[in-house]
């Protein structure tokens, strides 16, 4: 059963484009929602989370909207740099466990092309 | 400050050998956490551990042992190896605290296992 999912394996745009990655979830439970972005031999890192009080959160080029009652996450890189390749991952969370527990998506490849 | 350090880098074992992966953590964090990254799977949450002398399961726990004896190490045992256990093993660490966000974390670099 996959709580998180991300259906788009790969997404490719153009240098200086909006990218826009989207991320599903199915567990009305879950209340705070962060994407990870992650290059090859390296281990993930933090780029921008949202809790479920907001439904929208901006840092610089990126934004990360959350539409609760479609329980849809979408995150948008503008404008996108060659240097964002990398895979993303979104996940969510349920502040109430007190484990700071993470669920993941499968992730998006995206190709960002000079 | 070298955050989340993992240990070996990569490792290959015989199927039914055993091994430790070490994860070392230096910014003080409450929380560490075990996860495998299999292609098409994203990161599935192995073990996790709240504090020291504590540990709890994830979502893929079988064939997994772990131990946090001390706060800033948690390490991961596989007793014996299978070949659906090749992954790519990542710790991660975060921290608890009042208007802390606890679920953002930290990973390590990751260590690539083959089992044949």
């Known amino acids: 059963d996959q709580q998180v999912k991300q259906n788009s394996p790969s997404l490719s745009v153009q240098e200086g484009r909006i990218s826009i990655l989207n991320c599903d979830y199915t567990n009305s439970m879950f209340d705070y929602f962060l994407w990870y972005k992650k290059y090859p031999a390296e281990g993930p890192t933090f780029l921008i989370s949202?809790?479920?009080?907001?439904d929208k959160n901006e840092d610089g080029r990126f934004t990360v909207f959350l539409n609760k009652s479609a329980k849809h996450l979408s995150l948008h890189i503008v404008p996108s740099q060659p240097g964002d390749s990398a895979v993303y991952f979104c996940?969510?969370?349920?502040?109430?466990?007190?484990?700071?527990?993470?669920?993941f998506g499968q992730g998006t490849t995206l190709q960002v092309k000079p | 400050n070298a955050g989340v350090t993992q240990t070996p880098k990569f490792r290959v074992l015989k199927t039914g050998q055993s091994m430790t992966l070490l994860c070392a953590q230096d910014?003080?964090?409450?929380?560490m956490y075990w996860y495998r990254q299999d292609p098409g799977m994203g990161l599935r949450l192995i073990h996790y551990?709240?504090?020291?002398?504590?540990?709890a399961k994830g979502e893929v726990p079988d064939g997994y042992n772990v131990s946090r004896l001390k706060k800033q190490n948690f390490l991961l045992g596989l007793e014996s190896a299978a070949p659906s256990q090749t992954s790519v093993y990542f710790c991660a660490s975060s921290h608890r605290g009042p208007g802390v966000s606890q679920e953002t974390q930290y990973f390590g670099p990751g260590t690539r296992l083959l089992v044949l």
């Open positions: 910014m003080n964090h409450e929380y």
């Open positions: 949202i809790s479920s009080i907001k």
């Open positions: 551990s709240v504090g020291e002398g504590t540990t």
């Open positions: 996940a969510a969370s349920k502040s109430s466990g007190n484990t700071g527990k993470l669920i």
